[in-house]
């Protein structure tokens, strides 16, 4: 029994805009989430049968599924209602099937295929296996390739890989059809909606104690399109209405350190070309 599984869901590759660049961010995260400090984790990546992907690491295995493409998989052919309920949808069917293939962990942690995580939140959740679980309130936001990090508060409303929760809450099925899909979606495809969920049900989730994630923008296999950080915190029209804001996030930002790169980018030292 490992004390943290990783779940890294893939989508089908008919949905990916290029699979190149998904299989280099994907082994990027791998190398992230294999730089843990404590060795009690596992991994599972969640793929379509036939999908190219890296040589993993020790400790990772591949749940592999036969789920459809998602016909509604970029924000502008959709309504944005219509949109995330299709992926919640999608990636809540994935991340159960890799639940139920490493149920017997103690936390599980969900995480997006081109993220990175902290090295020692494993070493964290040995130390507290009490605990209900964290939200990641405070990480980073990374431009694709670039050389800083800008420090994002709230970050668990804005990034998937943001939570990390004691498997029994989830209350999983014994089988996949044993559930339903509004289960499916709020419980395992919004990283949004479970957290207050848990909250109701007297289980609520502390915040982690440290910048536990790293999201990753700008890169062009992203179908959330989240522009870079030059125009998000300095080039959009509501920052540039209000300097102060510029001046702000100039104090939010850091240099991509060896530190860093140590703790989020992997043993591979942060060589993200």
């Known amino acids: 029994m490992s004390v943290v599984t990783f779940i890294i869901p893939v989508r089908h590759q008919d ?8 299989k280099r961010n994907l082994t990027q995260t791998v190398a992230s989430i294999a730089n843990q400090t404590n060795p009690d984790w596992r991994g599972v ?13 020790e400790k990772f295995s591949v ?20 949109f995330l309920d299709s992926f919640r949808a999608d990636k809540g069917r994935r991340v159960l099937a890799g639940m139920l293939t490493a149920r017997d962990c103690r936390f599980f942690m969900i995480v997006d295929d081109d993220d990175f995580v902290s090295a020692r939140i494993t070493e964290y959740a040995a130390r507290h296996q ?33 939570l990390i929760i ?26 949004v909606r479970i957290e207050s969920i848990l909250a109701e049900r007297g289980t609520p989730l502390n915040a982690l104690p440290f910048r536990g994630a790293v999201y990753r923008v700008a890169h062009k296999g992203s179908h959330s399109k989240a522009p870079s950080l030059i125009h998000m915190y300095f080039l ?38």
């Open 130 to 162: 009490n605990e209900n679980g964290w939200t990641i309130d405070k990480g980073y936001i990374w431009d694709d390739g670039g050389s800083i990090l800008l420090c994002r508060d709230q970050f668990n409303h804005y990034c998937g890989t943001s």
């Open 63 to 82: 749940a592999w599924v036969d789920f459809p493409p998602n016909d509604i998989h970029e924000r502008g052919g959709a309504t944005e209602e219509d």
């Open 166 to 191: 004691r498997s029994d809450l989830y209350g999983l099925p014994s089988k996949a059809e044993d559930v339903s899909l509004p289960w499916i979606k709020d419980m395992l495809g919004s990283h």
């Open 15 to 22: 949905n990916a805009r290029d699979w190149g660049v998904l």
């Open 236 to 273: 959009n029209r509501n920052v540039l209405r209000k300097p102060i804001r510029i001046l702000k996030n100039l104090t939010k930002l850091r240099p991509l350190s060896a530190g860093y790169r140590k703790e989020f980018f992997g043993l591979s030292a942060g060589r993200t070309e």
């Open 45 to 57: 990546i969640v793929a379509n049968r036939g999908a190219d992907l890296p040589v993993l690491p």
